[in-house]
């Protein structure tokens, strides 16, 4: 009985001995994971860190600023007259100096910049975006913003640049703005006001390739509408994904009499349905080899009237006509693309 009962004593002190086991176990267990917890944690850490530091590098070097193609609809770009590696650390500064002279309310400017295809020229490319981001730029400040960018690209508004880091700017072009944007040539057109729109045509052609040609196009269509002298003939071109570099361009060709209080008659207006719908197959009289074949031609509201029954259809192909006037539907933005210079060619061919 004595030894059963020492027996019996014995089995409960086997409890305490597997708890302390079972804690041995769970503080290996615990320091195991805790290490593991620890070393990961340490990875993503420095991970991090090292792509941030990198980051803020490659922002100083100029080289991977914030993309302005990825976070802004508004684009544009232009040529500096100095070697990419003179302005690669100096993309903060022309940012501010850029937003000085364009910016407006609720937006800030962020740029990237890249060797160009001429001899030490820097290609720098803009957007405008909201500030902050989650926010929107009043109706008021776009079109704001717009007519500066259009003035720019037409010379009627300088970029202004600390000429002893960024030398001169050249050929300054909008790349994608959201409504998209149309340009009215001759800029100085001193009786705009008084215009008569006659047609759109469709090309498939740039803003940027059309006024390098502006002159042929005047004189081809004024040919054309057998233009008289007392009359202006002035042409309106849009894209409407808001770029001067990207296809397609809609041309609205106007005419205005030369005294502005005097509109085209009825008579006048009868000549030029007649001649605009009998030279739809001939391409308007433009060069084909510089303008292309026209895509899609539609008269204006006011020269629909006169048109004869039996006239041939207007349409060159069977594209569908565009709105009058045309509305852009899809903001897009354009990447970076090459594109000629003549200013900088002139000048560059003129030192060597």
């Known amino acids: 009985m004595g030894k059963a009962g020492r027996v019996e004593q014995a089995v409960p002190n086997s409890a305490p001995a597997t708890r302390s086991s079972r804690c041995r176990c769970g503080a290996v267990v615990e320091k195991v994971v805790n290490g593991k917890c620890v070393s990961v944690l340490f990875l993503a850490v420095s991970g991090f860190l090292s792509a941030f530091f990198l980051l803020l590098h490659l922002r100083a070097s100029g080289d991977i600023p914030d993309d302005p193609g990825i976070l802004a609809e508004i684009e544009a770009g232009f040529i500096l007259s100095v070697p990419h590696s003179q302005v ?18 609720n937006s800030t400017v962020s740029v990237s910049m890249r060797p160009y295809i001429y001899t030490d020229t820097t290609y720098v490319k803009f957007g405008v975006l909201p500030d902050p981001r989650n926010t929107s730029m009043s109706t008021k400040s776009i079109n704001a913003l717009r007519a ?9 508004l300088n970029l202004s640049l600390t000429p002893s880091v960024f030398g001169d700017t050249f050929c300054l072009e909008i790349l994608g703005f959201p409504g998209g944007i149309t340009v009215l040539l001759p800029r100085n057109a001193s009786h705009a006001d008084s ?50 570099v990207a296809t397609p361009v809609t041309v609205q060709v106007s005419i205005s009499s030369i005294d502005h209080s005097i509109y085209l008659g009825t008579y006048r207006l009868k000549q030029l349905a007649k001649i605009i719908t009998e030279w739809s197959a001939r391409n308007l009289g433009l060069n084909t080899s510089i303008f292309g074949k026209i895509m899609d031609l539609t008269l204006s509201p006011l020269l629909q009237t006169f048109v004869p029954p039996c006239a041939p259809s207007l349409s060159p192909t069977s594209m569908p006509s565009l709105f009058w006037p045309p509305i852009s539907e899809h903001p897009k933005t354009y990447p970076y693309r090459e594109i000629s210079c003549p200013p900088l060619v002139k000048i560059q061919n003129e030192t060597t």
């Open 88 to 105: 690669a650390s100096q993309a903060g500064m022309l940012e501010k100096e850029i937003y000085t002279q364009i910016g407006v309310p």
């Open 148 to 156: 500066s960018l259009i003035k720019l690209t037409l010379h009627q």
């Open 195 to 244: 215009r008569q729109p006659l047609f759109n045509i469709t090309l498939n052609s740039t803003i940027h390739e059309i006024r390098g040609f502006l002159e042929e196009m005047k004189t081809e269509l004024g040919s054309t509408l057998e233009q008289r002298r007392d009359e202006e003939l002035y042409v309106e071109l849009t894209n409407m994904n808001g770029s001067t």
